[in-house]
């Protein structure tokens, strides 16, 4: 496998566990079966560096563990050969870490042995509950922001990093319902989360677009609320929008390009955080790899920017 | 409301709709909540509908759309569904078709199949064993050799074929269907009864005298061609050599 030895510089707490392999700054794809063949033939340059003119070549790639939760065959004849040429991250969709009956122990069972087995540069999963391991709800659903629920999700990462061995990442919701009952906002739940828990976050930039418009709260605000200290990676994706009496509702769907306001945000969440790891997510109505990359090549370029100033 | 109280009363309406939502929890109240919930309810259902369709293709091909939307429907409201994770969304699905008073024995059957294709796909890998491993062997060596199941091997009722007989050539005799997986792709092969036999004896490894047969002549000569079909389709895998064998894979 190839493996990137530098040490996060984004590691903290005391939790004890550390990445071994972080992923690089630098932008990636949600890698689906289609491109396979694609990714492989144009593996990232060895300096991850992008230069004007050159195809763009994405420095890493993600994919969802459960796709590869089977024990052989072609699934994973492909991802063993992206294992050999990009540095990978398995965005888990499955723990169902905050149900109140507690994570689901089959999939971290299942995922462990993957990460045994592949050895990926960083692990994640969400802030969200998907029903039981007798009932099980294909979604990621809300959890409220409550005192309680942050003790339950803490207690739930705690044990799925025992158990991985790893730090791992949570990322924050899209939300069409916030509770009543919540003692506190997204940004103070995910700070205290990784205070207790000692994970460190994916950020996911159209997430705060689709909630702030379903719930009616502003977006720059919600950016400008989160600690980059802690965001070892960021998402950008595109939604659906329903326009509903009531307004636009926004769909979470992974169908299509990055908005412009989720470029605004991530322009601003970047110029003060410095480049990070950025994955363009599409996961519904695929498109062609060059679209794939074209969205990746201009996070990219935005991060390059980014330094530029810094560097100024 | 404590977590696992709200946890419950969320299930509940995206299980069982508007009338049990419990509105004071949400900001919004009753629209609010409904509004999300259909958002919820609504990707929930169509995940799994989506995998489904994903598992089962030719069914969804034979049975047409509408019955097939229909089947799906029916089947994610049972319990068996919605406890397995969505890539084993289907493993009862076939199961539940035949408990249908109007069951069509065809269309159950190809969802069995492409249940065990699905399953030879993401079996584990192994070495398939060959023919031409055979080639310098004495009879001895042949007889004693101890053989397995390939992992990728399956073994399904011959009632699918109809639905197959365009796309695989000679299973119009077969008396069932077997899957195999010697290399990344799925091959689908017609078995003869005495195929099934020694897969049957297969479920521990066996040396191959075992799977011949030794009753009369004719049995012998029907147990040495099936067990060599299952050398040509890949179902077998070298459990333990007695002697050398080409390409030495012990």
């Known amino acids: 496998m190839r493996r990137r030895g530098r040490k996060p510089d984004w590691l903290y707490g005391s939790a004890g566990v550390t990445i071994p392999f972080p992923l690089p700054p630098s932008s990636g794809i949600g890698l689906k079966p289609q491109h396979y063949t694609q990714a492989l033939e144009s593996p990232p340059a060895e300096d991850s560096t992008h230069r004007d003119g050159e195809e763009f070549r994405p420095g890493w790639v993600e994919v969802h563990p459960q796709n590869y939760f089977c024990q052989g065959g072609p699934p994973h004849r492909w991802l063993a050969g992206i294992c050999e040429h990009y540095p990978v991250s398995f965005h888990s969709v499955g723990l169902s870490l905050g149900s109140a009956a507690g994570l689901d122990e089959a999939e971290l069972l299942q995922l462990a042995a993957l990460c045994e087995r592949y050895e990926p540069a960083s692990v994640s999963d969400h802030l969200s509950w998907s029903g039981t391991a007798n009932n099980r709800y294909p979604d990621l659903l809300p959890l409220p922001y409550t005192r309680e629920c942050l003790d339950h999700f803490a207690a739930q990462v705690g044990r799925t990093q025992d158990f991985l061995k790893r730090q791992i990442l949570i990322e924050n919701p899209s939300r069409y319902l916030a509770f009543t009952g919540d003692e506190m906002d997204e940004a103070q739940f995910l700070h205290a989360l990784c205070e207790k828990a000692g994970c460190g976050l994916l950020f996911d930039i159209n997430n705060i677009e689709v909630s702030a418009t379903n719930l009616g709260l502003d977006p720059f605000a919600m950016v400008a609320a989160i600690d980059a200290e802690l965001v070892g990676e960021v998402h950008l994706a595109g939604h659906a929008v329903e326009e509903h009496e009531y307004g636009p509702l926004l769909i979470d769907d992974h169908g299509s390009s990055v908005t412009d306001l989720t470029w605004q945000l991530f322009e601003r969440f970047i110029a003060r955080a410095g480049a990070k790891p950025s994955l363009i997510e599409w996961d519904t109505d695929i498109p062609d790899y060059a679209i794939l990359t074209g969205e990746a090549s201009k996070a990219s370029r935005i991060m390059r920017e980014a330094s530029l100033v810094h560097e100024a | ?250």
């Open chain 2, 1 to 250: 409301m404590k977590l696992d109280a709200l946890q419950r009363s969320m299930i509940e309406a995206i299980d069982k709709g508007p009338d049990h939502v419990a509105d004071t929890a949400f900001v919004g109240g009753r629209k609010g909540a409904l509004r999300g919930l259909s958002v919820h309810a609504n990707t929930i259902s169509h995940a799994r509908l989506v995998a489904l369709e994903e598992t089962f293709p030719k069914l969804r091909d034979l049975i047409g759309e509408e019955r097939f939307n229909q089947l799906s429907r029916e089947y994610v409201g049972r319990n068996e569904a919605i406890g397995e994770p969505l890539n084993a969304i289907g493993r009862r699905l076939a199961q539940f078709m035949r408990e249908k008073p109007d069951c069509d024995k065809t269309a159950a059957a190809l969802a069995d199949f492409e249940w065990a294709w699905l399953k030879s796909y993401h079996a584990a890998d192994a070495e398939a064993l060959t023919l031409a491993q055979f080639a310098d062997a004495d009879e001895e060596t042949l007889l004693n050799t101890i053989v397995a199941l390939h992992p990728a091997s399956r073994i399904t009722p011959a009632s699918a074929r109809a639905a197959l007989l365009d796309e695989v050539p000679g299973l119009a005799d077969c008396a069932a269907i077997l899957l195999t997986r010697p290399q990344a792709d799925v091959l689908v092969s017609p078995a003869s009864e005495a195929m099934v036999r020694q897969i049957d004896e297969l479920a521990e490894p066996q040396p191959f005298c075992n799977l011949l047969g030794n009753v009369d002549e004719q049995l012998l000569a029907e147990g040495l061609q099936a067990s060599m079909a299952m050398l040509e389709a890949g179902a077998l895998v070298l459990f333990r050599q007695e002697s050398n064998l080409a390409g030495n894979r012990g």
